[in-house]
């Protein structure tokens, strides 16, 4: 005889555990437009909030799969899951696919337990900043810049300038204030685990093997594996996707009264993808 129980949603059955997962990817950035969505705390917390809300969960599951970013983006997201954990008393289990670096593992340190893949790129615990110079470029073509300011330090790291070593020194002290929050971040989510090395908080990135064994990470495996071992086989794992309005994502375009701000959009997404692509090609990917 068959139970009525088992023409139920899994979320209602007794007998099955739910698994809400939350898929975080990209390159962390601040803003984003109707041409392009970036990995921030605007786009996260919806989808975090409707993965905790689940009261029979648990834990929540996390995907983390980003090179990195904006600290200030990262470290949002950290915050918001770890307080969501704790409100909602649920276990925070998060999963690095190709690569968790930099901003990436800040949010992946927001996990009870991280696991990757043996293949997994984690770790880059340092800050960066570049740019360009184009000093030459102008004074081969001909072009005159003409810059006026008010404050001494209003034209500070100008690319159309020759490089400032006091701007140099203090963009590096910047540096230095972001590098120690991000230290201290990871030190007090991993604790004990860690082990020591000179090179741990250099910026040098590993892959997830000599990460478990520095004790950035706390095993290997997948999601579906993993959940299957501590939740049994009948576990469900429910994706937290996205909402849709009511008819669907809503295509790109451009009317007569958006020409303008619909061109400065495609300009900006295209700085966009190429400071998306230099931050994954970092690590080979």
């Known amino acids: 005889m068959v139970s009525l129980?088992?023409?139920?949603?899994?979320?209602?059955?007794k007998d099955v555990t739910v698994i809400p997962v939350v898929r975080l990817h990209g390159a962390i950035m601040a803003g984003g437009s109707q041409f392009r969505s970036n990995l921030n705390i605007a786009q996260a917390a919806p989808l975090l909030a409707r993965a905790f809300a689940d009261k029979r969960a648990p834990a929540v599951a996390i995907m983390v799969n980003s090179p990195g970013g904006?600290?200030?983006?990262?470290?949002?997201?950290?915050?918001?899951?770890?307080?969501?954990?704790?409100e909602k008393n649920k276990k925070?289990?998060?999963?690095?696919?190709?690569?968790a670096a930099s901003g990436g593992y800040m949010i992946a340190c927001a996990g009870d337990e991280i696991i990757a893949d043996p293949s997994s790129v984690v770790g880059s615990i340092g800050v960066i900043s570049a740019g360009f110079g184009f000093t030459g470029l102008i004074d081969k073509i001909g072009v005159e810049r003409r810059v006026y300011t008010a404050g001494e330090n209003k034209s500070l790291l100008d690319p159309f300038q020759p490089e400032n070593p006091d701007d140099i020194a203090y963009l590096k002290e910047l540096q230095l204030d972001?590098?120690?929050v991000f230290i201290d971040l990871v030190k007090d989510s991993?604790?004990?685990?860690l082990k020591e090395d000179p090179a741990l908080f250099t910026g040098r990135f590993w892959t997830a093997i000599r990460g478990m064994d520095l004790g950035l990470i706390d095993g290997l495996g997948d999601l579906r594996s993993t959940l299957r071992d501590r939740y049994g086989d009948k576990v469900k794992m429910r994706l937290i996707a996205p909402q849709r309005g009511m008819f669907g994502r809503r295509s790109p375009g451009v009317s007569a009264g958006m020409a303008a701000e619909a061109l400065a959009g495609i300009g900006e997404a295209g700085l966009n993808a190429?400071?998306?692509r230099a931050l994954w090609s970092r690590y080979g990917l």
């Open 274 to 276: 190429l400071d998306e």
């Open 178 to 180: 972001i590098h120690k």
């Open 92 to 99: 925070v289990l998060v999963f690095v696919e190709d690569v």
């Open 70 to 86: 904006s600290p200030v983006q990262s470290r949002l997201i950290y915050k918001r899951i770890r307080d969501l954990a704790a």
């Open 5 to 13: 129980n088992s023409f139920l949603p899994a979320r209602y059955r």
């Open 190 to 193: 991993r604790g004990s685990r």
